[in-house]
DNA sequence: TCATTAATAT
DNA sequence: AATATTAATG
């Protein structure tokens, strides 16, 4: 049995560009209404057949395909203590990313703990966990990204100079604006937001894969102000690269350095696009994926 | 108590 | 691979 859970929605096609989109329009994370808990307690999907539809998907035109799929009645042992459930994993979207990524960037990286970020957003059923772990690898992404002189994949333009960081992303360790929002005290009035989408057990189920925000893009293959930067490819993320950044101080880690995946997104305004260049351009041709340092050492 | 990080589990 | 959980530490 391959217990392949991967919601597929995702929705496409709208791009706000609001600082932080207040408790107003959000995503349509249509959520059925039943609680999470008890939709994944029971592994129904409400759909049922009958035609009242509980719309698994939440996409706005997208197309997902959930199907219900059940278990198969009975499958599975049926009873389980409606309590005491596990919540079902938080699946980051874009959207809910970019609600992260702008909490961050608004707070500030003085006031971006997890607990602060989680209030901010004011998504109904985040928890201070959920958005720690993603706080971890969002870290990391950026890390990744300190470093690169848009090298990494590529690029590799200019030297010394650029920085691979966006400007988005130096505001963001350089300076902490942070408007205001002391500890406590959570958003008063229209906070909240439905929780996301259970994918329960039984509504999703094997499917293609969808576009979740698997990978990042960064802002620096963007139709924006410059671009072009590159002389050949220059394309976006090169991350990975071996680390090395100017100016950091190790401090005791000693990070096993493979093996690890990432996928963010840069903290800017953008959070979900998916454009691909495909490219290969490179002329280069060709992007490794993923090359880890490269055994030639420097050094 | 909370935050951060590494390691590990699902 | 993406998240969750845990352990250790500050």
Redesign the pocket.
Known sequence: MREEEEPSWFARGEEQEQQLPRPDELMPLTQTLITPDLAVAFDITTHGAGGAGPVPDINGGGASSAAGSSGGGGGGGGDEPARTL????????PQ??KRFVDAVAQLG?KN???????QLMSVDGL???????????Y??YL?RMQGLGGGGGGGSHSSGSGSATDAATEHLFATGPVPFLP?AHRAPAADTYPPFSPMGSGAAHHHHRAP????FHHPAARPLAHYAAAAGPGFDHGFLSRVAPPGMHH?R????AA??????IAPSSFADEMDRGAGGSGGGGGRRE?TLFPTSGDH
């Open positions: 596990k919540r079902p994993r938080l699946v980051w979207t809910l990313h990286i971006a703990v997890p607990k602060t970020i989680m928890t201070r966990e959920n958005v720690a772990s993603h706080l971890q690898k870290r990391l890390k500890p979740q925000i698997g990978h401090h880690m000693a990070s096993a093996g690890m995946g990432m996928g963010m993923l």
